[in-house]
């Protein structure tokens, strides 16, 4: 990749009409849509909209292997972008269902994160597609691309998780400075969206006694960010053990989760947290955070960490620069 300067690289992306989250201000005509919006969620307009080529095109199975599958950078489907493969009010209409999947008070900064790093090329704009029919119960749409893969259950605006299938999102907001710094951001992650998280999680390190800190931090490396490997289920115990936490701690795990889930729509929020509680999640995950060159600055505010059990991993890669993985099991 060349080097680009903000200006440059911003111009660049503002003039390509063809990525995707650019385009803010599209014409008002009518929208072939507005039929089914009182009936039909988002997702399902697009798909109803679909010609046949595109549903040949951009539709998988519901048990196609590449539901399962997640990476820092990846397209559903590669040949088949938003620009290329989509009209104008589809375009539009895909730009509302991403932006439904984040809180208002998120939004913007996300929209911006999916903007700059697309790098103003149309070669790395993103890709959507779904898995299954209208008539199966857990007919899902997908958002893909360069550090960004949103999943929803295709049959509703309100949110119901994440469908048992993972997410990503990360962030490496100096591209200007990639060929020079290697992508390692500074220690207080300075323009990142996603650094929040990792001021929630510390704080929720600094609740807990000495020596369960001292049990969570754990020598060597974090889990392979290979996509075969990256939200497997761990095959050994690493770091705190939940079940020996104290009421009052679980429940503040829990709130803490909640809160770094705070850039998602409420309702998958809500979903997702019941899921934890009803399924008694928290009693089987382990938490460990990284020191050494994971631990930008040397400060031990930790820059990496996981969360991780059998029905559940949560992956957040402080260093050199954010990368999340989000996989709850269904």
Not at 13 to 27: P, R
Not at 126 to 131: E, I, K, L, S
Not at 211 to 218: C, D, E, N, T
Request: charged fraction near 25%.
């Amino acid at each position: 990749m060349r080097t680009l300067n903000r200006r440059d690289l911003l111009q660049s992306a503002a003039a390509s009409a063809g990525v995707f989250i650019a385009s803010q201000h599209m014409g008002s005509s009518r929208s072939v849509f507005a039929d089914e919006a009182k009936t039909d969620s988002m997702p399902m307009q697009l798909y109803k909209s679909l010609t046949a080529a595109q549903k040949k095109n951009i539709c998988l199975p519901m048990n196609h292997a590449r539901r399962q599958y997640v990476s820092n950078w990846w397209y559903i489907h590669p040949d088949y972008r938003i620009p290329n493969t989509f009209n104008a009010e589809q375009q539009e209409l895909i730009k509302k269902i991403f932006d439904s999947f984040h809180s208002e008070a998120h939004q913007d900064a996300i929209k911006y994160q999916v903007l700059i790093d697309q790098y103003g090329d149309t070669k790395n704009a993103p890709a959507v597609g779904f898995f299954g029919a209208p008539e199966d119960k857990n007919f899902e749409f997908i958002f893909t691309g360069h550090h960004v893969t949103r999943r929803c259950n295709a049959h509703s605006d309100q949110g119901k998780g994440f469908g048992g299938a993972p997410i990503f999102y990360g962030h490496y907001p100096h591209p200007e400075e990639s060929m020079n710094d290697n992508f390692r951001e500074a220690k207080d992650h300075p323009g990142n969206p996603y650094w929040y998280q990792g001021k929630l999680f510390n704080q929720f390190v600094q609740s807990l006694t000495g020596k369960q800190q001292a049990a969570g931090l754990v020598a060597g490396d974090p889990r392979s960010e290979r996509p075969e490997a990256v939200i497997k289920t761990p095959t050994e115990a690493r770091g705190l053990a939940c079940s020996e936490l104290s009421a009052d701690q679980k429940k503040l795990l829990i709130d803490t989760m909640q809160g770094m889930m705070a850039m998602f729509r409420q309702e998958d929020v809500q979903a997702t947290i019941d899921t934890i509680e009803k399924k008694n999640v928290v009693d089987r995950l382990h938490i460990s955070w990284y020191g050494g060159k994971y631990d930008i600055g040397s400060d031990r505010v930790w820059d990496t960490w996981q969360i991780e059990g059998p029905d559940m991993v949560w992956y957040f890669r402080g260093e050199p620069h954010i990368h999340c993985y989000f996989h709850l099991k269904s």
